[in-house]
């Protein structure tokens, strides 16, 4: 079985359908790590597409809070902007999914996914300190983790805690081969809005049968998710960050 791996969609249809475009063919499966929307200005087709294409999901916090199950409170004033404007143009079918999605970590085969960590779906694993907190809590030897927008992860071996290498922006693609005694957070980085200073779509490829993971980028149409935001009222903000990938 081979699956693809997304997360942190964020309502960018145009980011998720030039992933999918580059990714056909090459998975079996597809699954998602939260937060399907906010931020951008098309939730109702990325949650659509989740409905009749996820084999599994976990929510997100913005899953959440665009459907009132969490508070608003502590979002930037940017960001509950979006998830007020959300909630008024969500469909009732995709409210009631997101509502229903399961909190992570989810078991799917010999490896796990979830949004933040396997102790709390909202905590971000940004650093080192962050993962080590984790060392003797993850059930699986692979766990795909989202939240942070930034692509890589952690690899637990033997001689102690190693940061995964994360990709340039010259390259498309970048192969890791996991090694059976080392246990892994791997983040496929955000389809909607990365935050690492490269602003074209991230994912992964995961092939369970070959201990290989696949990280990709692929370019999208910028300016089609910026006209759509801007077009929508929402805070002007949210388009110009996607040009700079942050």
Excluded at 7 to 23: K, Q, R
Excluded at 28 to 45: E, H, I, K, S, T
Excluded at 62 to 72: R, S, T, W
Aim: aromatic letters at 10%.
């Amino acid at each position: 079985m081979r699956f693809l791996i997304v997360s942190d969609i964020h309502s960018n249809v145009h980011a998720l359908e030039a992933v999918l475009y580059a990714a056909e063919g090459e998975y079996d499966q597809a699954l998602c790590l939260g937060d399907l929307v906010g931020y951008c200005a098309d939730p109702n087709p990325v949650v659509e597409w989740a409905r009749r294409s996820l084999r599994a999901i976990v929510r997100g916090n913005h899953d959440k809070a665009c459907v009132g199950l969490e508070g608003l409170e502590w979002f930037n004033p940017v960001a509950r902007a979006a998830a007020l404007w959300t909630m008024r143009v969500l469909s009732p079918e995709n409210t009631t999914y997101l509502r229903d999605l399961p909190m992570g970590p989810i078991a799917l085969d010999q490896f796990q996914i979830l949004h933040g960590s396997p102790l709390d779906e909202d905590e971000y694993l940004v650093n080192a300190l962050d993962a080590m907190q984790l060392d003797g809590y993850l059930d699986k030897n692979v766990s795909f983790f989202g939240h942070t927008h930034l692509q890589g992860g952690f690899a637990f071996r033997r001689r102690g805690l190693e940061r995964l290498p994360r990709m340039t922006p010259k390259d498309t693609e970048t192969a890791l081969y996991l090694d059976p005694d080392a246990v892994y957070l791997i983040n496929p980085g955000s389809v909607g809005q990365p935050r690492d200073g490269d602003p074209r779509a991230a994912f992964a490829l995961y092939y369970p049968h070959q201990n290989a993971v696949i990280f990709k980028r692929v370019s999208y149409d910028v300016e089609a998710a910026q006209k759509n935001i801007r077009q929508a009222g929402l805070p002007d903000a949210l388009a110009r960050r996607l040009k700079l990938g942050q």
